[in-house]
């Protein structure tokens, strides 16, 4: 099949089929006769002779840190949302963590002509400000602030003070922290940040061996959970960075009988699906992941769309949080 047999069919001229084809003017009547003719015969345009014709893949690369996350899933969710909408298909790249994949990722996308990239942003670096600045194709960050291309992202920062805020209320002084690699500015740095300062406002000094650090599994939470008991008995409560850690800090306190929170109180970050479910369960942060990634989406279209997009300033989000008010504290 092709244009001229599905016009043919379809009583209309081979420009009325290119043009409906192509999302341009058609009358109701002529619309309905070639949507009839196609649903009947299972035609399907040519990818390859679009591309050439339009200069455009319908190709969108999405380039993900991991793929055995709530949050990451939530965010890939509301960029499909938008882009699929629009006839776009989605190429993810998964790159375990491994901050100099995302910049291999990037170099692949641009090689393979895709109309956009989405990067859900872990470590920044000087290599990614670099390889951001080197692509010509329309670039949105998510989940890191980035000087280098168009983002959106979370208020960290923000988010960590309230919580350990409301973790103080509720008359817990000695806290220890949980983290991870402050290369990774949202979640290393500022989460840790704001923690530090709601201390500091609270007249609360954190020596550094009350501020731990690890990877972003549960084993994180569990190990640094069984030194935070030995080497600081009297602490009340830990903050985690994330759920998955705070998870793990659970686990170990259930099995070794500490009682949450009358003994000691936990709080993680993501109001992941386990959080609810866990026992007790998990007071969190809740970050508005799917509206990240709809949001990512629809700024992601308008600079395709925008013949210009690449002279345009970039524009950078902050999106809101709430705290989620559970058990464990």
Request: contains cysteine; proline residues 3%; charged residues 25%.
């Amino acid at each position: 099949m092709n244009i001229r047999e599905i016009a043919k069919m379809a009583g209309v001229s081979p420009a009325a089929v290119s043009r409906y084809l192509n999302n341009g003017y058609i009358s109701r009547e002529k619309s309905d006769a070639i949507k009839k003719v196609i649903d009947e015969t299972g035609y399907m345009p040519s990818h390859q002779a679009q591309t050439l014709r339009t200069g455009k893949t319908k190709l969108i690369g999405v380039i993900i840190p991991r793929i055995n996350s709530d949050s990451i899933s939530s965010v890939v969710a509301g960029v499909s949302e938008v882009l699929t909408a629009e006839g776009y298909q989605l190429i993810l790249a998964n790159t375990d963590n491994d901050a100099d994949k995302e910049i291999d990722y990037l170099e692949t996308f641009k090689q393979t002509n895709v109309d956009g990239i989405i990067h859900l942003g872990t470590i920044k670096s000087a290599k990614h400000k670099k390889a951001f600045k080197a692509v010509t194709t329309p670039l949105v960050v998510l989940g890191q602030e980035s000087e280098s291309a168009s983002c959106i992202f979370h208020d960290d920062y923000g988010a960590s003070f309230s919580l350990t805020d409301y973790v103080l209320s509720k008359n817990h002084k000695h806290i220890a922290y949980i983290g991870v690699t402050e290369k990774d500015i949202a979640v290393g740095y500022m989460r840790k940040q704001g923690f530090l300062d709601a201390m500091e406002k609270a007249g609360l000094h954190v020596p550094k061996n009350m501020l731990y650090q690890g990877n972003f599994r549960m084993d994180n939470g569990y190990s640094n959970a069984e030194k935070i008991l030995k080497d600081h008995p009297d602490v009340d409560a830990i903050i985690c960075a994330t759920d998955t850690i705070a998870l793990g800090a659970i686990k170990y306190l259930n099995e070794h009988h500490i009682s949450i929170p009358d003994q000691v109180g936990v709080a993680g970050f993501g109001d992941s699906k386990t959080s609810s479910v866990l026992s007790p369960s998990l007071t969190t942060v809740h970050f508005y992941y799917k509206e990240c990634g709809i949001e990512g989406a629809k700024l992601l279209l308008e600079r395709i769309q925008n013949e210009n997009s690449s002279a345009r300033p970039s524009q950078a989000i902050k999106l809101d949080y709430r705290i989620i008010e559970n058990q464990s504290i």
